[in-house]
């Protein structure tokens, strides 16, 4: 929904009713994950997509159906063995996609949503997707993680809890995903499903040394949707103007600037830390701090064989374990041959995503089986 927001609001805020189809539920190797929004306007436009082109024109007649009707649809869009264009989605995958209509009306608590999430505020939408009783279908709770009880019902308080206690865990993980409940909100039951939006802060991409690759990596990571920050302790480097890309541009010692993040709670299992300085006075004692961080999804240092030999020696003489050592990605990236700033970055972005989803960074038309790996809250 993030990214089809703006133009909601500006139909939301004239009073227009809008139909907005939403993948709520990914099977195999299906195109755009769960959240991924399409929006059909008072004006007949199309905006946004769930499928990346496979199936929009079925989700589009949905939408316009939903929106004259009211009443809101789950559907599952994917490939027969007998037919495999027989409904469009040529890619193998599976979606199931939650068509509803969205007005002043229907969705009140929408101006107050979308304020939170363009001001950066972690906050959760859980809508009922399927339940036996249709009455509850479409009805939703705004979860805020430093707000009690929360806005709206999902149609008793029991579900309202499990529901805000669930969604609370999503957010902190930033994962939007289907949750499934008995019909009155019961741990061991089934037949309501609740899908879960999870509109947390950007993931962070902490990039050390305010070198030519420093502004390739962060130019990558603002593309990626991570909030940049640069951190360097020589101000006549750490510029703004020599990082354009980056959120943010920090002069500071590194590892100081670390620890301070840290400290104040600004670090998270989603943050990716690249250390470019590749100068023992700056990066082992900042390398100390981050192999040592409770939560943080990757940590990367730029480096020779040699350098890393000799990086690798000072931190095991500070007392860095080994166990903490085998969390540490050096020399940095894929083996993808790059030479200049640019191509590294994408080495170093690639490994990231690599570790995210647990890809191999093989050449795909050597491989067989999936395209997509399995992940945590994928439907099987």
């Known amino acids: 929904m993030r990214d089809v927001l703006p133009e909601l609001m500006r139909w939301w805020e004239a009073?227009?009713?809008?139909?907005?189809?939403?993948?709520?539920?990914?099977?195999?190797?299906?195109?755009?994950?769960?959240?991924?929004?399409?929006?059909?306007?008072?004006?007949?436009?199309?905006?946004?997509?769930?499928?990346?082109?496979?199936?929009?024109?079925?989700?589009?007649?949905q939408a316009q159906e939903v929106v004259a009707s009211g009443v809101p649809v789950l559907d599952r869009y994917g490939v027969s063995d007998d037919d495999a264009f027989a409904v469009g989605l040529t890619c193998g995958g599976i979606l199931d996609v939650w068509v509803e209509r969205v007005s002043r009306e229907s969705f009140p608590e929408l101006g107050e949503l979308a304020a939170d999430i363009e001001a950066g505020r972690p906050v959760a939408l859980a809508t009922v997707i399927d339940h036996p009783d249709p009455a509850w279908r479409g009805r939703r709770i705004v979860v805020r993680p430093d707000e009690e009880p929360v806005a709206g019902s999902i149609g008793s308080p029991r579900a309202d809890d499990a529901v805000h206690d669930d969604a609370l865990g999503l957010l902190a993980s930033g994962t939007s995903a289907t949750l499934g409940y008995g019909p009155d909100g019961e741990r061991r039951g089934e037949g309501m499903r609740v899908f879960v939006w999870a509109f947390a802060p950007k993931p962070r991409m902490l990039v050390f040394g305010a070198i030519d690759f420093a502004a390739a990596v962060a130019r990558v990571g603002s593309f990626l949707g991570y909030h940049v920050t640069v951190c360097d302790a020589r101000p006549v480097f750490a510029t703004t103007s020599r990082f354009p890309d980056a959120d943010e541009v920090v002069v500071d010692w590194p590892h100081r600037y670390l620890a301070g993040e840290q400290e104040a709670g600004r670090i998270d299992q989603r943050t990716v830390l690249a250390v470019l300085t590749?100068?023992?006075?700056?990066?082992?004692?900042?390398?100390?701090?981050?192999?040592?961080?409770?939560?943080?999804?990757?940590?990367?240092?730029?480096?020779?064989?040699?350098t890393h030999?000799?990086?690798?020696?000072?931190?095991?003489?500070?007392?860095?374990?080994?166990?903490?050592?085998?969390?540490?990605?050096?020399?940095?990236?894929?083996?993808?041959?790059?030479?200049?700033?640019?191509?590294?970055?994408?080495?170093?972005?690639?490994?990231?995503?690599?570790?995210?989803?647990?890809?191999?960074?093989?050449?795909?038309?050597?491989?067989?089986?999936?395209?997509?790996?399995?992940h945590p809250h994928d439907l099987e």
């Open 278 to 306: 590749h100068d023992p006075k700056f990066d082992v004692p900042l390398l100390e701090v981050a192999l040592r961080l409770p939560e943080v999804a990757y940590v990367g240092a730029m480096g020779s064989r040699r």
């Open 15 to 61: 009073g227009e009713t809008v139909g907005v189809a939403t993948v709520v539920a990914t099977f195999r190797s299906a195109p755009r994950p769960p959240g991924a929004s399409m929006l059909v306007g008072p004006d007949a436009t199309a905006v946004g997509s769930v499928s990346g082109g496979c199936v929009e024109g079925a989700v589009y007649e």
């Open 309 to 374: 030999d000799d990086r690798l020696e000072r931190l095991r003489a500070a007392g860095v374990t080994d166990a903490e050592l085998a969390r540490f990605s050096s020399p940095i990236g894929l083996d993808l041959g790059a030479r200049t700033p640019e191509e590294t970055a994408i080495s170093i972005a690639a490994e990231i995503i690599a570790l995210h989803w647990g890809g191999t960074g093989e050449r795909l038309a050597g491989t067989d089986g999936r395209i997509h790996a399995s």
